[in-house]
Nanobody
């Protein structure tokens, strides 16, 4: 059973870069054909997918956030990291990391495993 755990600062100042890490246990982030995503939920709103890093290391981002988003990984630590630059209060949300359910070779948006989420507040 794969487990995911988010970590990072809970408070970020406007214009700075938000950086979160997802530590994975019980499975390797390089295992074919899994996709590792970042998702967020602003207060009072629905879930918003941010982007993923694939088992191969390739990445794909939401068009609305692409210009500010970078997802990378450290395979030696079995971790992947989100960086979101130039944050504003509108980036305040609970941030989740997740893995797809693995129903097929390419189904990155059907999520099967989630971290517990971490609150990030953007405020001066």
């Amino acid at each position: 059973q794969v487990q995911l755990q988010e970590s990072g600062p809970g408070l970020v100042k406007p214009s700075q870069t938000l950086s979160l890490t997802c530590t994975v246990s019980g499975g390797s982030i390089t295992t074919n054909y899994y996709y590792w995503s970042w998702i967020r939920q602003p207060p009072g709103k629905g879930l918003e997918w941010i982007g993923y890093i694939a088992y191969s290391g390739s990445t794909y981002y939401s068009p609305s956030l692409k210009s500010r988003t970078s997802i990378s990984r450290d395979t030696s630590k079995n971790q992947f990291t989100l960086q979101l630059s130039s944050v504003t209060p509108e980036d305040t949300a609970v941030y989740y990391c997740a893995r797809d359910a693995g129903y097929s070779d390419y189904d990155p948006f059907t999520f099967g495993s989630w971290g517990q989420g971490t609150q990030v507040t953007v405020s001066s």
